[in-house]
Nanobody
Framework: QVQLVESGGGSVQTGGSLRPSCAVS?????????MAWFRRAPGKEREGVAA?????????DYAASVQGRFTISRDAAKNTLYLQMNSLIPEDSGVYYC????????????????WGQGTQVTVAS
């Protein structure tokens, strides 16, 4: 059974940093795939935030709204995905979800078959 468990969310002031992580278990693949972070703010649609490819030759993808502030990374040995979030602003608040398994459309939620339960991020002004 595939399980994705997020942790590391929390509450910070504007300008602060957080580093949520996503521990993956039960997933094996013979192909390269994307691992990604999405978020959903209250009253808004789910948004693709960042994605990283397990294969070589592709740079991570970022939403324009987080480019230069967020960094996605993975530790293959630990089967863990990270999202370093710096210079946080209130608009970054929401539930952050990790997802794995897409082979294309890296920031499109419908492309991902496996999801975590989410971790709350709140940025106070």
């Amino acid at each position: 059974q595939v399980q994705l468990v997020e942790s590391g969310g929390g509450s910070v002031q504007t300008g602060g940093s957080l580093r949520p992580s996503c521990a993956v278990s039960g997933f094996t693949a013979v192909f390269d795939f994307y691992m990604a972070w999405f978020r959903r703010a209250p009253g808004k649609e789910r948004e693709g935030v960042a994605a990283v490819y397990t294969g070589k030759g592709r740079l991570p993808d970022y939403a324009a709204s987080v480019q230069g502030r967020f960094t996605i990374s993975r530790d293959a040995a630990k089967n863990t995905l990270y999202l370093q979030m710096n210079s946080l602003i209130p608009e970054d608040s929401g539930v952050y979800y990790c997802a794995i398994g897409a082979t294309t459309y890296s920031l499109v939620g419908a492309a991902y078959p496996y999801w975590g339960q989410g971790t709350q991020v709140t940025v106070a002004s």
